[in-house]
C-alpha cells in the first residue's frame, strides 16, 4: 500500500512569493491535515481537510490557505512569503472522522525562504 | 485536549531497556494516549495507542496506571535506529477536536554504541 506522499520535497522561494504544496493522501482515507514545523520546534497544526471541506484551521493567517479536491489529494498555500515561514510543512491523512485511529505522515516538503 | 509533559531528552546505549514518562494530569474520560516516533526530516510515525492497563506491539510497550494521570512508552533493547524524538498525545480519538493532534516538544531519545 502507497504512503503519503508530498511533492515537491524542497521548495525555495524568495520573501513575498507564493509557494504551493500539494500531498495525495493514502487510498481510501478522506481526512488530510497539514503540519508546519519550524527547525528545531515541534509540530504545529495548520489546516485539516475532509470530503472537500475545511473542518479545522490552527493559529495561522489567512494566507496559509488550501483545498482538497475530489480525489482527496490537497493543496497549501502560501501567499506573500515571510522568512520565518521556512520550515518542514508535513502532510497527513487518516480515515474518515470517527473511524481513524491514527494519522500517517508524508515525507514532508521543505520550504525555504530566503 | 489534555497538556502533556515529558522529558526534554534522554539517553541511553544500545540493548537496554528505555523508558519515557508523560504526565498528563488533567487526561478526560474519554481520551487515548498516543506516541510517535519522529526522526530527523520525516514525518512522525505511530507507535502504540492505548487507554488503560498495557498495551503492547511490536516495537513498544505502553503502561497506564489507573488514574491514567501518567503513561510510559517502553522501548525493549532499543538499538541505534531509535534515535528519535518521541511525543505523547492526549485526546479523544472518537472527537473531530482529536484530529488536530497537538504535539509537544517531545523527548529527544538518543542511543549510544
Known amino acids: 500500500e502507497a504512503g503519503v506522499t508530498q511533492s515537491p520535497t524542497h521548495l525555495i522561494k524568495t520573501r513575498g512569493q507564493q509557494a504551493t504544496l500539494r500531498c495525495s493522501p493514502i487510498?481510501?482515507?478522506?481526512?488530510v491535515y497539514w503540519y508546519q514545523q519550524a527547525l528545531g520546534l515541534g509540530l504545529q497544526f495548520l489546516l485539516w481537510?475532509?470530503?472537500?471541506?475545511?473542518?479545522n484551521r490552527g493559529n495561522f493567517p489567512p494566507r496559509f490557505s488550501g483545498r482538497q479536491f475530489p480525489n482527496y489529494s490537497s493543496e497549501l498555500n502560501v501567499n506573500a512569503l515571510e522568512l520565518e515561514d521556512s520550515a518542514l510543512y508535513l502532510c497527513?491523512?487518516?480515515?474518515?472522522?470517527?473511524?481513524?485511529?491514527?494519522?500517517?505522515f508524508g515525507p514532508g516538503t521543505r520550504l525555504t525562504v530566503t | 485536549l489534555a497538556k502533556t509533559t515529558q522529558p526534554i531528552s534522554m539517553d541511553s546505549y544500545e540493548g537496554q531497556e528505555v523508558n519515557i514518562t508523560c504526565s498528563h494530569n488533567?487526561?478526560?474520560?474519554?481520551?487515548?494516549i498516543t506516541w510517535y516516533q519522529q526522526f530527523p526530516s520525516q514525518g512522525p510515525r505511530f507507535i502504540i495507542q492505548g487507554y488503560k492497563t498495557k498495551v503492547t506491539n511490536e516495537v513498544a510497550s505502553l503502561f497506564i496506571p489507573a488514574d491514567r494521570k501518567s503513561s510510559t512508552l517502553s522501548l525493549p533493547r532499543v538499538s541505534l535506529s531509535d534515535t528519535a524524538v518521541y511525543y505523547c498525545?492526549?485526546?479523544?480519538?472518537?472527537?473531530?477536536?482529536?484530529?488536530?493532534?497537538?504535539f509537544g516538544t517531545g523527548t529527544r531519545l538518543l542511543v549510544s554504541p
Open positions: 497527513a491523512s487518516s480515515p474518515t472522522v470517527g473511524q481513524g485511529r491514527e494519522q500517517y
Open positions: 487510498s481510501g482515507h478522506t481526512s
Open positions: 498525545l492526549v485526546g479523544d480519538i472518537r472527537n473531530t477536536g482529536f484530529q488536530k493532534l497537538v
Open positions: 488533567n487526561i478526560a474520560t474519554n481520551d487515548y
Open positions: 481537510y475532509d470530503e472537500g471541506e475545511e473542518r
